[in-house]
């Protein structure tokens, strides 16, 4: 890999980790939402979703300390 592509790489590493996390809370804060309104179900299923976010960030973080070790 050469040393452009890695460093975009990393960059979009950066971007996917921010991004997700920005999206788990706004999901989070509208399952919250969600339950006030008596959808409790939907409620569970957002943060379900946002949970699943969270472990896409994880992954992609890890990946991004891995990257940054070579």
Known sequence: MGSDD???LRALLNYW?????????????WADK???LG?????EEMVQ???????A???LSQSLKRL???
Do not use: F
């Open 6 to 8: 890695r460093a975009k």
């Open 17 to 29: 980790v921010e991004h997700n996390q920005e999206h788990s809370q706004e999901v989070k804060d």
């Open 34 to 36: 969600a339950r006030s």
């Open 39 to 43: 959808e409790a179900k939907v409620a």
């Open 49 to 55: 979703a946002a949970e699943a976010m969270d472990k």
């Open 57 to 59: 960030s994880a992954l």
């Open 68 to 70: 940054e070790e070579e």
